[in-house]
């Protein structure tokens, strides 16, 4: 329960340092980067598989390349159903799902490192 609370704090931390980053992304505040996180948590483990499967053969045939649209995607549904989270088009939501999955990972790799170990 302690790593899950900190990780949740650590992508919303991680949300509103891209929200800083990136000029066509935008958190209200804590308790929306807070929501926010919690939403990209659901959206990670219920809808990105999902699109992963759909997506395979353009993804084999790019490379992998493709599975940054499909975090692209995935951040822009996540803008959609967070109240206070808003992403400002499609290349927005590229650029920020690389800054967001940069940022997330040196958070996280700080706030839990006997985790990564």
Known sequence: MKYFL???IGTAVALIITAQIVPGIAVTGLGAAAIAAIVLG???AIVRP????????ITVVTLGLFLL???AISLLIVA????GFVV???LNA????IILSITASLINRFI????VD
């Open 50 to 57: 999902l699109l992963i499967i759909l997506t395979l053969p």
């Open 94 to 97: 590229l650029v920020g799902s």
């Open 6 to 8: 900190l990780t949740w």
């Open 80 to 83: 959609a159903l967070s109240p």
């Open 69 to 71: 649209v499909v975090n």
């Open 112 to 115: 839990l490192p006997e985790a």
């Open 42 to 44: 659901l959206v990670n």
């Open 88 to 90: 400002n088009g499609f």
